[in-house]
């Protein structure tokens, strides 16, 4: 079975701080992974995508992810938190073998100033 | 120009209504989806559509029901509606590379009283 797990439901950095959203996969086989972003009352954005090509991924708005197939991990990081960054992320993989991609159960990030 | 646009936005109606929300898309993509979206933030998919063929079906109520007139389109009725389906039901397209990410579209909060 595959599925995506996120450490933490929520999360709340000062500003200026480092962000660090964790997400763990299960799969036999290396996925696709994605981190979506979710600004309240909008739909989900994608912030990056990891597609077997570098393992550092930088994606928009300063955040970037590091895909480590030992820790089959895929967590996402800014350096310093801006009061927009507060939203809902949201993990994902796709697997190379179908269409279907299974989101985790997201991580709530909360900046304060 | 929208890429994925859903309407209504909002959507109140009565237990026993049958309601429908529609979703198109403008990027010529070859793949469309239902999910839903719960109140703790889960996402589930429901439907997916491939050329007209549905190649996603969870275990979602037959009261729900995809309909897609062409590729562009995908449709979502519900019939009988009850309480638990209020949501946010978001659509979403992809094209067919494995690489590829979701488009979302802004959601339809549905509420049922």
């Known amino acids: 079975a595959q599925s995506v797990t996120q450490l933490g439901s929520h999360v709340s950095v000062s500003e200026g701080a480092l962000v660090l959203l964790r997400c763990n996969y299960s799969?036999?086989?290396?996925?696709?992974l994605f981190w979506y972003v979710q600004y309240p009352n909008q739909g989900l954005q994608l912030l990056l995508k990891y597609t077997s090509a570098a393992t550092l991924v930088k994606g928009i708005n300063g955040f970037e992810a590091e895909f480590k197939k030992s820790e089959t991990s895929f967590h996402l990081t800014k350096p310093s938190a801006h009061m927009s960054d507060a939203a809902e992320y949201f993990c994902a993989v796709r697997l190379s073998t179908g269409n279907q991609f299974y989101f985790g159960t997201g991580t709530s990030l909360t900046v304060i100033p | 120009d929208t890429a994925v646009s859903q309407t209504p936005k909002y959507l109140v109606t009565q237990m026993g209504n049958d309601k429908s929300i529609k979703c198109e898309q403008n990027l010529g993509h070859d793949t469309m989806y239902w999910y839903k979206q719960d109140s703790k933030k889960f996402l589930k998919i429901m439907f997916s559509?491939?050329?007209?063929?549905l190649i996603i079906n969870e275990t979602v109520p037959n009261r729900f029901s995809p309909k897609s007139p062409d590729k562009a389109h995908l449709n979502l009725h519900i019939n009988s509606l009850e309480l638990g389906d209020s949501a946010v039901y978001f659509c979403a397209s992809s094209q067919g590379e494995w690489g590829s990410g979701y488009t979302f579209g802004s959601g339809t909060r549905l509420t049922v009283v």
């Open positions: 799969s036999s086989v290396p996925p696709y």
């Open positions: 559509y491939n050329n007209k063929e």
